[in-house]
Each structure stands twice: as structure tokens, then as C-alpha cells.
Nanobody
Framework: VQLQASGGGLVQAGGSLRLSCAAS????????MGWFRQAPGNEREFVGT????????WYGDPVKGRFTISRDNAKNMVYLQMNSLKPEDTAVYYC????????????????WGQGTQVTVSS
């Protein structure tokens, strides 16, 4: 499967962005999907994960209450709605397929695609 994240850009603090993750090559309808982000000089950080049905989501503490993950299995898409953005949210955002192990570790995921840059100005 190939994953492509899009929808990033430059936004002022307090603003919103909606990222999309498009999957191609095979269906992701039975896959747990995750979002991670990586700022320069930092390790890849867990943002959130959504179950294959969309019925369950998990979020990292820095984004809880501000970010929401959703999915449309018919379209083979996963989304990340980001509200109340802060300068510390600035990073490249990636989507990935969960393989096994902890939902919170990047090593549990694969099929990393091209990320999308999000820059939040103060």
C-alpha cells in the first residue's frame, strides 16, 4: 500500500487545518491507521490512531481535545482535523499502517508515505 498525506500549510496560532491520508494499492479498511509527526531534530511523535471501523481513537497527550482522527473506508482515506493549533504543532505529519505492538510507538507502524508540512506561526 502507498500512503500520501496532504493538506498541510502555514496557519496562524489558533487556526485549523484538515490533513488527509490517501491510500492506494490496496484497501486499508481493515487496518488500524495512525498519525505521527516529526519536528526538526526530534524523534517521530505519536499524534493519534484510529481503529479499522473508526469506532475507537487514541491520541497523544499534546493533542488531546484539539485533534480528531476520522476515516472513510469507502474512499480509502483517513483524516486528521487539527483545531486550536499552536506553534509547537509545527512538524511534518505522516500517516502509517499499524502492524503490531504498541499503538504509541512509530516502530509498530509501516508503509510510511510522504508527509505533509504543517507550520503554525505565533
Amino acid at each position: 500500500v502507498q500512503l500520501q498525506a496532504s493538506g498541510g500549510g502555514l496557519v496562524q496560532a489558533g487556526g485549523s487545518l484538515r490533513l488527509s491520508c490517501a491510500a492506494s494499492g490496496r484497501t486499508i479498511s481493515r487496518s488500524v491507521m495512525g498519525w505521527f509527526r516529526q519536528a526538526p531534530g526530534n524523534e517521530r511523535e505519536f499524534v493519534g490512531t484510529i481503529s479499522w471501523s473508526g469506532g475507537s481513537t487514541w491520541y497523544g497527550d499534546p493533542v488531546k481535545g484539539r485533534f480528531t482522527i476520522s476515516r472513510d473506508n469507502a474512499k480509502n482515506m483517513v483524516y486528521l482535523q487539527m483545531n486550536s493549533l499552536k506553534p509547537e504543532d509545527t512538524a511534518v505529519y505522516y500517516c502509517a499502517v499499524h502492524y503490531s505492538g504498541s499503538l504509541y510507538y512509530a516502530t509498530s507502524y509501516g508503509f510510511w508515505g510522504q508527509g505533509t508540512q504543517v507550520t503554525v506561526s505565533s
